[in-house]
Structures are given as structure tokens and as C-alpha cells.
């Protein structure tokens, strides 16, 4: 049971992935089809942000209710289904809504399968949570390797979208059958406990650590692409480069996460990643050229590759149940997905993107740099404390 729920719960994460690069490599060209500024676009990716927070707040209380199966399946087919209504959006306002409940619907999918993921990691008894945002993270890359590629066959976005959605709902359908049904809920905890998950004790330190790695990671995938199109004025058909530098190097770190992780604690991955992002995004910044900009994403994507998934791990060990200690850290860490956008949007306007890429990088370096008690030496071992 533990290899098909592994398979079911792999696949899972890699349908979240494509879901969400696939739009987000199309970012460019739903810019220039509806004709909207920076600071508007900045405002629209928001709403998605949105839409991920108001799904995490709930989701916890969910899963401790109805179980991560139910909940993983249901955020599922909001998030994938309104994918293709996000493609055929007429402006800005009918987008923004679209991106809301795709968010919603994603978020709680997220929650829900990295909560099956910390059961599945019990049950090895040895850290597999790295390899399974790997498999994000080869979703985020098929997809945005797909969405390139759309965009330089110069495929209209409701098409592209809605093929990806249909062929998603399909892998969905295929994998849920494997989702483990035996969960950690608690029905108590879902009655008398607080509805809206919230990090408390050592959950908050991951939650910081969680805020800036999602603030790092949101703002070089969605704009990597504005970045190359206008700061460093590569053609049109290029512009998706950075984001497919960005989630490859991401990959290529989580290949081999868990085994960095058994070799030097999580806490010393998390602190020389948060170095290496930061670094990325002052060069980045600094030099305006093609091949730093790929070089600067890819050091974002290997610096900060492994820092949620186990911040993710750690809260799962430290709260009552895997569900409410995800969605904790979650509601704070994907806060900068709602924070981000509208910031960095209305910083570009008034003094440029490359100024806004090296504040993010200033924020990564000084929330993820700092020791972090609650990250135990293993994944099966005992947390430093109870949330």
C-alpha cells in the first residue's frame, strides 16, 4: 500500500505543478492580450495569492475533519477545472476572479497532498517529503517547458489551458484511487479547535522561513518573464527562459534533497540555500543581461528548492496532526504569494523591477539565514517541540 500511495501522492504533486506553470509561463502573453500595466497585473496575480491564502485557512480544519483524501480530491477539481476558465478571461476583473478560485482549489490540493505526504513519510521511515516537491517541480517544469513552447508556436491561451486541463483532470482521475483513506485526522480538534489554522510555538520560526522561500520562489516565477522581456529586452519568444532556468534548478536540487539533508541537517540546507537565493537575486538585479539573469534564477531556484518542502516536514512532526501543522505554516508562508505581487508591481513602476528583485533578495537572505530549532536531524525524529 505504502508504494501505491507514494505513486498516487507523486502524482499529485506533479499535476499541481503543471497546473500552475502552465499559467504562470503564460503570464506575458495574458499581459499583452489584455493590455494592462504592471501595477495591474501586480493587482491581478494577487487575486490568485488570494485565492491560495483563503483555501490554506480553511483547508487545515478540513483535513482534521474530513480527511487529506477528501480534501486533496475536492482542491483538485476546483483548481485544475477553473484553469481553463482562466484561459478565456476578458479582462482584468473576470481573470482576477478566475485566478481566486484556481488558488483556492490549488491551495487546498496542496495541503491536503503534502499531508498524505507526511503519512507516506511515516510509514518509509526515512525523508522522502524532498523527492515528492520534486515531482512539483518536474510538473512545474513540464509546464512551463509546455507553456514556452505554446507561446513560441504562438498558441492562443484558451487553447493551451484548457488542453492542460482536461489532460489533468484525467491524471487526477487515474491517481485518486491510491491516495491513502486511513488519515490522522482528529474529529475532536475539527470541533473545538480553532477553524482557521494559524503557526503557533515552534511552528512560527517555519512559518518565516516558509513566508520567505514563497516570496523568493512566486517572485522568480512570475517576473522572471516580464524581467527578460523588459528590463533586458529579449525577444518576445524568449522570455519564458527564466522561468524554465528557474524550475529546473529547482528539480535538480530536489533530486537529490533528501540525501543533502540526511548528510548535513536541514537547518544547514536551509541556511546556504537562503545564501544562495540571495545572491541570485542581487545579480540578477546588478547586471541586467541575459545570461545573469539565467544564472541569478538559477541560483534562486537551488537556493530555495528544498527550504519548503522541509519546513512542510517539520511542521507535520510538530503540530497535533499533519494537516493543521501544513496549513499552519502554509497560511503564513503563502502569504507572500497575496504580499508579493501587488508589492513588487507597484515597486517596479516607481523605481524598477531590478529594485524589487533585490528586496526580495534582502528579505530571503534575513528570514531563512537564522538556526531553527524545530527543524529536527531526521524526519522520523522526535520534533524539538509540540505546537
Not at 501522492?9 to 503564460?26: D, E, M, P
Not at 490540493?109 to 520534486?134: P, T
Amino acid at each position: 500500500m505504502s508504494s501505491r500511495a507514494r505513486l498516487a501522492v507523486t502524482l499529485f504533486f506533479a499535476v499541481n505543478g503543471i497546473a500552475i506553470s502552465s499559467f504562470i509561463a503564460r503570464v506575458p502573453d495574458v499581459q499583452a492580450g489584455l493590455g494592462i500595466s504592471k501595477a495591474t497585473l501586480g493587482l491581478v496575480l494577487g487575486s490568485l495569492s488570494a485565492g491560495v491564502v483563503s483555501g490554506l485557512l480553511v483547508a487545515g480544519w478540513a483535513v482534521d475533519r474530513t480527511g487529506s483524501r477528501r480534501v486533496a480530491l475536492a482542491g483538485a477539481a476546483l483548481g485544475v477545472s477553473m484553469l481553463s476558465v482562466v484561459g478565456m478571461a476578458p479582462g482584468p476583473l473576470p481573470l482576477a476572479i478566475g485566478l481566486l478560485l484556481t488558488g483556492a482549489g490549488l491551495s487546498a490540493m496542496d495541503v491536503g497532498m503534502n499531508a498524505q505526504a507526511v503519512g507516506v513519510e511515516r510509514a518509509y521511515g526515512r525523508s522522502i517529503m524532498v523527492g515528492f516537491h520534486g515531482a512539483w517541480s518536474v510538473g512545474a517544469l513540464f509546464g512551463a517547458s509546455s507553456g514556452a513552447l505554446a507561446t513560441y508556436l504562438r498558441t492562443p491561451v484558451p487553447l493551451h489551458l484548457a488542453v492542460v486541463a482536461a489532460v489533468l483532470v484525467a491524471v487526477v482521475l487515474a491517481a485518486a484511487p491510491g491516495l491513502r483513506v486511513s488519515d490522522r485526522t482528529d474529529p475532536t480538534l475539527a470541533r473545538t479547535g480553532p477553524r482557521f489554522a494559524w503557526p503557533r510555538g515552534a511552528l512560527f520560526p517555519l512559518a518565516l522561513v516558509a513566508f520567505a522561500a514563497a516570496l523568493g520562489e512566486g517572485t522568480a516565477g512570475e517576473w522572471s518573464g516580464i524581467h527578460l522581456r523588459e528590463t533586458v529586452s529579449v525577444d518576445p519568444s524568449r522570455s519564458g527562459w527564466g522561468y524554465v532556468v528557474y524550475t529546473g534548478s529547482t528539480l535538480a536540487v530536489r533530486l537529490f534533497g533528501d540525501r543533502l539533508v540526511h548528510r548535513l541537517g536541514a537547518a544547514r540546507v536551509i541556511i546556504g540555500g537562503g545564501w544562495a537565493a540571495a545572491a541570485g537575486f542581487l545579480l540578477v538585479a546588478g547586471i541586467p543581461s541575459l545570461p545573469a539573469a539565467l544564472i541569478g534564477f538559477a541560483l534562486v531556484g537551488s537556493g530555495l528548492g528544498v527550504t519548503v518542502p522541509l519546513a512542510f516536514s517539520a511542521a507535520g512532526r510538530v503540530s497535533e496532526t499533519p494537516g493543521r501543522g501544513v496549513a499552519a505554516v502554509a497560511s503564513v508562508g503563502y502569504l507572500a504569494f497575496l504580499l508579493g505581487p501587488p508589492t513588487i508591481g507597484a515597486v517596479s513602476e516607481q523605481v524598477g523591477l531590478s529594485v524589487a528583485f533585490a528586496g526580495v533578495g534582502a528579505v530571503v537572505f534575513a528570514l531563512t539565514t537564522r538556526r531553527q530549532p524545530a527543524l529536527a536531524p531526521g524526519p522520523t525524529g522526535e520534533p524539538a517541540g509540540r505546537a
